[in-house]
């Protein structure tokens, strides 16, 4: 199976809420592909990288081929 697509890894880290506010606004969201060490640690295909429109939390998403949240921090 191919890996998700980059739009497919941008509606998921759209989709997953602030983990300090719960809201899903965001003022920045960037997605790009994971480095070759957490693709081999975390099985993270794609990094995204998101600033909370209302809170300010700055959080990165690594998703996996099949477009599971493997981490948040």
């Given amino acids: 199976m191919a890996p ?18 719960g809201e899903y606004s965001f003022k920045k969201l960037a997605v790009k ?7 081999e640690e975390l099985g993270a295909a794609w990094i995204a990288t998101k600033i909370c429109g209302v809170c300010g939390t700055h959080q990165e998403l690594g998703i996996d081929e099949d477009g599971d949240v ?3 921090g």
């Fill in 4 to 21: 998700i697509t980059r739009e497919r890894a941008e509606r998921i880290a759209r989709a997953h809420a602030c983990e300090t506010c």
């Fill in 33 to 39: 592909p994971a480095s070759a060490a957490l693709q």
């Fill in 70 to 72: 493997v981490f948040v």
